[in-house]
């Protein structure tokens, strides 16, 4: 069984540049068929897709995120990661890494990592 | 992007009540692309269906999903006292993957 850990500050400055890592233990980024995801859960809008990794085929994002966001992996290390930039209050939120799974097309997602807070706030 | 639209908000039942939770879409899913999640408190979400009826690995069979185009169902057959969280749905068939609001089920 995949298991996936984040990790990141937890407070980051109104413009500035978050950055979060998630370390999988029990299977390969490069190997298999997953999309290697990234969701954030607000307290009050709910869950929402912020993009995902597959190894050797494309990295894909959610619009509403207006390019501020990168995702990468490094395979050597088992870590996928995310770097949100321009951050503001409204990026206050819980994060997720998970990893995606799919049968043709669209990815759905489990199991996930247990989540860290980060909060935007100067 | 397609809007997910769960219903009820709350859900107040009994330990071996049975539980129907409701997932519409603004638009078709194609290809009965939705999942379901059970969420605890301080916890990830846990993939319980995709596909909208097949159970995840581990899933018991008191848990089942159901429906197409843009009506779709999770059913709990018998609530145990580990069941009672909030339930969210999720569509993949068409990008962006999106969720809904979740519906919360208590006990009464």
């Known amino acids: 069984q995949v298991h996936l850990q984040e990790s990141g500050p937890g407070l980051v400055k109104p413009s500035q540049t978050l950055s979060l890592t998630c370390t999988v233990s029990?299977?390969?980024?490069?190997?298999?068929?997953?999309?290697w995801s990234w969701i954030r859960q607000h307290p009050e809008k709910g869950l929402e897709w912020i993009g995902y990794?597959?190894?050797?085929?494309?990295?894909y994002y959610n619009p509403s995120l207006k390019s501020r966001a990168t995702i990468s992996a490094d395979t050597s290390k088992y870590q996928f990661s995310l770097k949100l930039s321009s951050v503001t209050a409204a990026d206050t939120a819980v994060y997720y890494c998970?990893?995606?799974?799919?049968?043709?097309?669209?990815?759905?997602?489990?199991?996930w990592g247990q989540g860290t807070q980060v909060t935007v706030s100067s | 992007e397609i809007v997910l639209r769960q219903s009820p908000g709350t859900l107040s039942l009994s330990p071996g009540e049975r539980a129907t939770l409701s997932c519409r879409a603004s638009?078709?899913?194609?290809?009965?692309?939705l999942a379901w999640y059970q969420q605890k408190p301080g916890q990830a979400p846990k993939l319980l269906v995709y596909?909208?009826?097949s159970r995840a690995t581990g899933i018991p069979d008191r848990f089942s999903g159901g429906g197409s185009g843009t009506d779709f169902t999770l059913t709990i057959s018998r609530l145990e006292p580990e069941d009672f969280a909030v339930y969210y749905c999720?569509?993949?068939?068409?990008?962006?993957?999106?969720f809904g609001p979740g519906t919360k089920v208590e006990i009464k």
């Open positions: 990794i597959f190894y050797g085929g494309g990295i």
């Open positions: 999720q569509q993949y068939g068409t990008s962006p993957e999106t």
């Open positions: 998970a990893v995606g799974s799919t049968e043709t097309t669209g990815v759905w997602f489990g199991p």
């Open positions: 638009q078709r899913v194609s290809s009965r692309y």
């Open positions: 029990g299977g390969s980024i490069s190997g298999g068929s997953y999309f």
């Open positions: 596909g909208a009826s």
